[in-house]
């Protein structure tokens, strides 16, 4: 099975960016990516997708902020995120959209958005 590892996040003031980046141990080029996120004491959401042909979708409290990429050459998937909230404010994962648990779950990278 293919591993993630995600990296990139960090702590932001409000209204600030931060890329995320999410390598794959193996081929990507036709697995659904997708990013995750879990904030204390809340379930693990998924907030932007995108399909193997590059079609990308988003829930709605990050539309217009978050951009999600893919270069599956390189086998790395992208979370460009703007103006940032601090209820952006959680651990966040890549995975396999399909079967998230074949993979399992990497160790995430903590995106904190505070003045």
């Known amino acids: 099975q293919v591993q993630f590892v995600e990296s990139g996040g960090g702590l932001v003031q409000p209204g600030g960016s931060l890329r995320l980046s999410c390598a794959a141990s193996?081929?990507?080029?036709?697995?659904?990516m997708g990013w995750y996120r879990q904030a204390p004491g809340k379930q693990r959401e998924l907030v932007a997708k995108i399909t193997q042909y590059g079609i990308t979708i988003y829930e709605d409290s990050v539309e217009d902020r978050f951009i999600i990429s893919r270069d599956s050459a390189k086998n790395t998937v992208f979370l460009q995120m703007n103006s940032l909230k601090p209820e952006d404010t959680a651990v966040y994962y890549c995975?396999?959209?399909?079967?998230?648990?074949?993979?399992?779950w990497g160790q995430g990278t903590q995106v904190t958005v505070r003045s």
């Open positions: 193996g081929s990507i080029s036709s697995i659904y």
């Open positions: 995975n396999d959209v399909l079967a998230p648990m074949g993979s399992g």
